[in-house]
T-cell receptor, first 112, second 114 residues
């Protein structure tokens, strides 16, 4: 079946530190991959996406590259800000299905 | 105004009561979804609807029912609430456009069953 595995949190960083949140997936076929972000008290928002192998999604300084050979879609940011504190969800949508499969989420806490 | 709205935002109810959570959208999307979020479990799909006449069970539909009253409205009901249905509930919509079918989420309803 389809599944997404994320690193457990919380991830605690100081402002301007480098961020990596790991995400690996299991899927048949050629899934599309997503990162969603949930700020406190809000719903999920799409942060970035990649729809085929070797694509790089990017937004707001965040990047993730679709690596088919390692079935991974790690989220990175070169310099985090306090305002990046949130829960980050990795997700996939498999070919032919209109449903998302989510990871368990990783909480990021950035201190000044 | 928000594109996807949910009412109520917070609700406390007692075991055995019937409760309805409502979702409305102004995005003009055909596809709508209900998820629940539990700590450590991420989001799990309860029901989804690809148009007004098409409703499907998700991975955890037991104890829930839905109604798609119009393209813009999708309601989730708990016929007889139980404490393990305490969770954060999200409605989402998606476009019909390949390849990403991006989903747009409402702000959530926090439900507590005592």
């Amino acid at each position: 079946g389809n599944s997404v595995t994320q690193m457990e949190g919380p991830v605690t960083l100081s402002e301007e530190a480098f961020l990596t949140i790991n995400c690996t997936y299991t899927a048949t076929g050629y899934p599309s991959l997503f990162w969603y972000v949930q700020y406190p008290g809000e719903g999920l928002q799409l942060l970035l996406k990649a729809t085929k192998a070797d694509d790089k999604g990017s937004n707001k300084g965040f990047e993730a590259t679709y690596r088919k050979e390692t079935t991974s879609f790690h989220l990175e940011k070169g310099s985090v800000q306090v305002s990046d504190s949130a829960v980050y969800f990795c997700a996939l949508r498999n070919t032919g299905f209109q449903k998302l499969v989510f990871g368990t989420g990783t909480r990021l806490l950035v201190s000044p | 105004d928000a594109d996807v709205t949910q009412t109520p935002r917070n609700r406390i109810t007692k075991t055995g009561k019937r409760i309805m959570l409502e979702c409305s959208q102004t995005k003009g999307h055909d596809r709508m979804y209900w998820y629940r979020q539990d700590p450590g479990l991420g989001l799990r799909l309860i029901y989804y609807s690809f148009d007004v006449k098409d409703i499907n069970k998700g991975e955890i539909s037991d104890g829930y029912s839905v109604s798609r009253q119009a393209q813009a409205k999708f309601s989730l009901s708990l016929e007889s609430a139980i404490p393990n249905q305490t969770a954060l509930y999200f409605c989402a919509t998606s476009e019909n456009a390949a390849p990403s079918y991006e989903q747009y989420f409402g702000p959530g309803t926090r439900l507590t069953v005592t």
